[in-house]
């Protein structure tokens, strides 16, 4: 559930937008979820454990015209989950091109 507790702002248009994030942010961890992570260790993870475990890693990217590379170190422990949880997500492309 988004955090929409804390309002700690002061005005009305900053907390909104903080909870607009929060729902945004929601809502893509739970598409990741849903598509991504089946047939994985975290299919059934909390979103902490999702975030500390597969977010917040730290890799090298490198964008090509036509490639986006990802480098992650050698002793990062969940690299085969990563390539697992890609090849998931690849089975559901985001846009379909008409026709």
Known sequence: MPPSDR???ATLRANQLRL?????????????????LTGTAFAKAQSTTI???????GARLRLTARKVWLSFSEAYPYASDIAQILANLKQHPAWLPPG
């Open 51 to 57: 975030r500390l475990k597969l977010l917040k890693i």
């Open 20 to 36: 607009y994030f929060s729902s945004f942010a929601y809502v893509l961890l739970h598409g990741l979820r849903r598509l991504g």
């Open 7 to 9: 309002t700690s702002s």
